[in-house]
């Protein structure tokens, strides 16, 4: 492609009327300009300004030179401060594969406070318990727990340390004993999660006293949804093993029994997790930011 320098500094000179105006608009010196002013003039075989030692005007040619030349770098101008714009006020659309669970408790009031002070921002979340490849399938970002992010990804943490809660409603148990120690939950139906990462039903982890349990109980139900396991639970069809803020307000308002609390640790919460700085648009770092957990 040529190189459009020389028209650009020919339209200046042709609006100025002054080598020593637009030299100086430019950023270059008065010869250096009018050197590249009569390269052009070579290279088109026209003279394209009439210069004297008070004034300089354009030519007929240099005169439908500049009516056609610079509206046209006008417009290149336009569009370029456009884009400047995009870059101040950040546009687009962030595409995020994320769990049931943190999709709920973290992102979702996150974009609440988020996207009314950016309407030209998308946000597109895929529910999603797989471990999911973002790069090759398309997505900006992912979420899961801080253990599970690939080493080559870059992690921000977007939430507090978790607990979780094994719970039942009071029906339930007063058709079934309460669990003391994780054997006991051997003896009570359980409502399970099916997840495609294990392959088959996700083990409840409980610890106590550096002393790992990994449950893997009976029961009529096995779901891959957070609300069905929640309700389950609440029409006492079973014990359920469930984020603990998820289920708080119902104990709270004795709609659910908590057993096991002890058994309960906590353990460290979400990361957002994306490939690389470099390739971060400037909605998602601008969404990155606000999603950053900065503890209490």
């Known amino acids: 492609m040529q190189n459009f320098n020389d028209l650009a500094a020919f339209a200046t000179v042709a609006r100025e009327r002054s080598f020593t105006r637009a030299a100086a608009k430019l950023g270059v010196s008065p010869s250096a300009l009018s050197q590249t002013i009569r390269n052009l003039e070579e290279r088109l075989g026209l003279r394209l300004l009439t210069r004297t030692t008070r004034s300089v005007a354009s030519t007929e040619a240099g005169e439908r030179l500049l009516r056609t030349v610079a509206p046209r770098f006008e417009e290149i101008e336009a569009e370029l401060a456009a884009l400047s714009e995009l870059r101040e006020k950040p546009a687009g659309t962030v595409r995020i594969t994320a769990g049931e669970h943190p999709a709920i408790s973290v992102l979702q009031p996150a974009l609440k406070r988020f996207l ?3 309407p030209d921002i998308q946000i597109e979340i895929i529910i999603d318990y797989g471990l999911t490849d973002i790069v090759s399938e398309g997505y900006d970002a992912g979420v899961r727990m801080g253990e599970q992010v690939a ?3 870059i992690a921000v943490r977007i939430g507090p340390d978790m607990r979780m809660a094994v ?3 009071p029906a339930y148990f007063e058709q079934y004993s309460l669990p003391q120690t994780p ?5 009570h139906k359980c409502i399970n999660i099916r997840l495609p990462t294990y392959g088959g039903l996700f083990p409840w982890g409980l610890e106590k ?3 790992e349990v990994k449950v893997r109980g009976e029961g009529q139900l096995v779901f891959n949804s957070l609300g069905m396991r929640l309700s389950s639970a ?3 069809l079973g014990v359920a093993y469930i984020p603990e803020d998820q289920v708080l307000p119902y104990i709270a308002e004795g709609q659910l029994v908590r057993v096991l609390e002890d058994w309960c640790p906590k353990f460290p919460g979400y990361h957002l997790y994306y490939p690389s700085r470099r390739h971060s648009s400037p909605a998602l770092t601008l969404l990155i930011e606000n999603l950053r957990y900065r503890g209490n």
């Open 167 to 169: 719970v039942g409603s």
């Open 183 to 187: 054997q006991d939950l051997a003896a």
């Open 116 to 118: 009314p002070e950016y």
């Open 234 to 236: 609440l029409d006492g």
């Open 209 to 211: 006293d550096d002393r």
């Open 151 to 153: 080493k080559d990804m």
